[in-house]
């Protein structure tokens, strides 16, 4: 049986133990990428679009051939790939190699652009639609309208009445692109709106803009970057079916939506035309999908210890 004195004894005053703080050293974004970096296939994939996109810069340094150049040659019609046409040529004589890497990076490019668009227009109307209760009407009836009419119709009137070019067809997107991140935004705005250090902050004072910033905005992280990640490979889905239409950019702007329409005809005699910007396509398409997946659950604070 021990006694008193070896039960208890008297702990010295230490000025620095007492003012230390008992928390630890806590950081969200680290805490993010460190959830991120677990998830080793997302991880792959994302290197492999990165190095992709990279290599559409260095693809076309190392071709003698412009992608731009509208020359015909008949004579070099459907050359198979070879050690001067790479990826061979197409049905009127041109580089298939620059034709490919430049339509990669063009795709990428307003697929990035788009995706931009889409998240800062989306987030603003769903801010403000989730927290200011007088506007709720007004954007739930735009939404109903132009969310019931299927957007390949509106951008087949834009391809057919305005013209058809990069920055119509970015644009384009983006303005009937922004509804789903809105109507998420709004729909988790409602959950955060009326909580307790809400109702306080309006009982102080606090602006309306500072409290959707500082006090809803970041609850918001995880599915902002699931959305965006999502409508990289979506705007390239969507420009890839409106050029196979024939309404998509303009044909002298290769894209991979061109490239596969062109191939349609001719793949089955000559697959290579259909292969290459189809392994592209499929590249940046599982990448953003397994990346924007893993991202948005390191992102979301439920995850994070």
């Not at 008949?74 to 298939?96: A, H, V």
């Not at 119509?168 to 997107?173: D, P």
């Amino acid at each position: 049986m021990e006694n008193e004195d070896e039960l208890f004894y008297f702990v010295p005053y230490n000025p620095e133990h007492a003012e230390a703080i008992g928390s630890e050293n806590y950081s969200y974004w680290k805490s993010v990428f460190r959830n991120f970096f677990k998830k080793k296939v997302s991880v792959i994939m994302l290197g492999i679009f990165l190095v992709v996109f990279i290599f559409t810069f260095i693809a076309l340094s190392m071709s003698k051939f412009d992608p731009l150049n509208l020359k015909t040659n008949s004579d070099l019609s459907f050359t198979k790939p070879n050690q001067e046409y790479w990826f061979g040529t197409d049905n009127i004589g041109r580089d298939y190699w620059s034709q490919v890497w430049y339509a990669t990076r063009i795709s990428i490019e307003l697929a990035g652009i788009v995706a931009l668009g889409e998240c800062l227009i989306g987030i603003t109307i769903g801010l403000i639609w989730g927290y200011v209760r007088k506007a709720d009407g007004f954007f739930t009836e735009l939404y109903n309208i132009i969310y019931n009419v299927p957007r390949i119709i509106y951008l087949t009137l834009i391809a057919l009445v305005v013209g058809r070019s990069f920055w119509i067809m970015a644009f384009s997107l983006m303005f009937f692109g922004w509804l789903p991140m809105a109507r998420n935004v709004r729909n988790l705005v409602f959950m955060y709106r009326d909580r307790e250090y809400n109702l306080a902050s309006r009982c102080l004072g606090t602006p309306i803009h500072r409290i959707l910033l500082k006090n809803i905005l970041p609850y918001l992280v995880s599915v902002i970057i699931l959305r965006l990640a999502l409508s990289i490979p979506g705007t390239i889905a969507t420009e890839s079916t409106l050029s196979y239409l024939g309404l998509g950019l303009d044909v002298n702007t290769p894209s991979l939506g061109i490239l596969l329409r062109n191939a349609r005809t001719y793949f089955l005699d000559f697959p290579y035309l259909l292969v290459f910007p189809a392994i592209n396509v499929s590249i940046i398409t599982v990448a953003f999908y397994l990346a924007g997946n893993a991202f948005s659950d390191a992102a979301d604070p439920k995850t994070h210890r």
